[in-house]
């Protein structure tokens, strides 16, 4: 499983990013290996233009993809030309652009539906952590659509050796609460996996009938990965997951599958 799509099993359906520390670069790695890809979130997402063939700010998702799918039959078909090109792919589908940096999310449902109407892999950003490393969510998080197909738990191992707190960690005191830690204490890769493997940590909100595949980012070197290495372990004592994927997502690369 040296590919990302392959190693994340996405190729099909709808695949949620949640967690910290590389579920942007790893829905642009996605998008951009998959063929017509749509690219969403049911969490602000910062203005991502430049990852996709083009984006779209709609209110109407599902009909804004039956759209495009009756001008492209047409001109299958040889129909008279349209009035202007079906969008291409990866396609980013958004409510509303918030401010100059960022777009706003659209409700879950409105996610399924997108999923209903399109034909092709459907990409979500469901939660936010704000450029940490690694996170435990609140009461209303993730936002993951009750359709979808599978969840990617994100954590980078960059985040081991350093402390728990804010600088690092978005809501330390909640991952703290699940690992029977203290804020300000060293991350550890068993503190990590715990995180990955919690029900109130990286599972918390995978629809029944989901499939859960997390992901450790950030797996630069040896040590990196014999970190990674011992997270992968402790999820899989924890966890009934297929496997646990390393990578290296600024670079678009699988570093190992661990199952």
Partial sequence: MNDVVDA???AAGTTCLVGAGGKKTTL??????????VLTATVRIP?????????RVTAEPAAALTEIAARGGAESEGDAEPTEDPEPFP???????????????????AVDDIGAAHDGPVLVKADGAR???LKA???REPQVPAGADRVVPVASVG???????????????RVAAITDAAVGDEITPELIGRVLAHERGGLKGVPEGATAIPLVNAVDDADDEAAARQIARVVHERADVPRVVLARMIE???VDAVK
């Fill in 8 to 10: 994340l099993d996405a």
């Fill in 28 to 37: 642009y790695a996605l998008a951009g290996r998959l063929d017509r890809a």
């Fill in 47 to 55: 203005i991502f233009d430049r990852e996709v063939a083009a984006v």
């Fill in 91 to 109: 396609l980013g589908l958004v409510p509303e652009r918030e401010r100059d940096d960022r777009y706003r999310g659209y409700d879950p449902a």
């Fill in 131 to 133: 450029t940490r490393l």
């Fill in 137 to 139: 969510p609140n009461e």
């Fill in 159 to 173: 985040a081991v050796g350093e402390p728990l707190t804010a600088e690092t960690v978005h809501r330390p005191e």
């Fill in 252 to 254: 678009g690369e699988i």
